[in-house]
């Protein structure tokens, strides 16, 4: 009776491991907004589903990193559905208040942009497997505007 369990559980598992799953990519992530309290970045993310249904989204998390050091973070509860068969592209508004760009001085002034990694957990509901999380990463540079680009 176990070797039938055991092998009903293989039998499972593998079928579970081969399944089709959503896949995401970071597209980019640009400076959006530049208000009194904080300074404002969206990141762009391509998630493709495979499935002929929508898929609801649990919630998005984030963490975005300068200088070794986190400067944002949070969640983003409920942030809709992907797609039935198509791609869906999600922005996900990441807020850096001003206080630690101060401290990211030294970086933004040696060549004018700031250097990032930004890593989000896109967390979905699959049926039969259940709640799933696609891990994204994406390091890069964000220049910043001068005053020859503003005039």
């Known amino acids: 009776m176990s070797q039938f ?13 081969n399944i089709k799953k959503p896949e995401a990519s970071f597209e980019d992530v640009d400076l959006k907004n530049v208000s009194r309290e904080c300074v404002e970045y969206t990141s762009k993310v391509n998630v493709d589903n495979p499935y002929d249904h929508s898929i609801p989204i649990c919630e998005i998390s984030y963490t975005f990193k300068s200088a070794g050091r986190v400067i944002a973070s949070g969640t983003m509860p409920d942030p809709g559905s992907l797609k039935a068969s198509d791609k869906t592209l999600l922005e996900v508004p990441m807020k850096v208040p001003y206080g630690i760009m101060v401290s ?26 259940g709640n799933f999380t696609i891990p994204i990463s994406r390091k890069g540079q964000i220049k910043l505007p001068t005053l020859s680009d503003i005039f």
């Open 104 to 129: 990211l001085a030294r970086d933004i002034g040696a060549d004018w942009d700031i250097d990032y990694e930004a890593e989000l957990g896109l967390t979905i509901d699959l049926p039969i497997i």
């Open 5 to 17: 369990l055991d092998k009903a559980k293989n039998f499972v598992a593998e079928k579970v491991v």
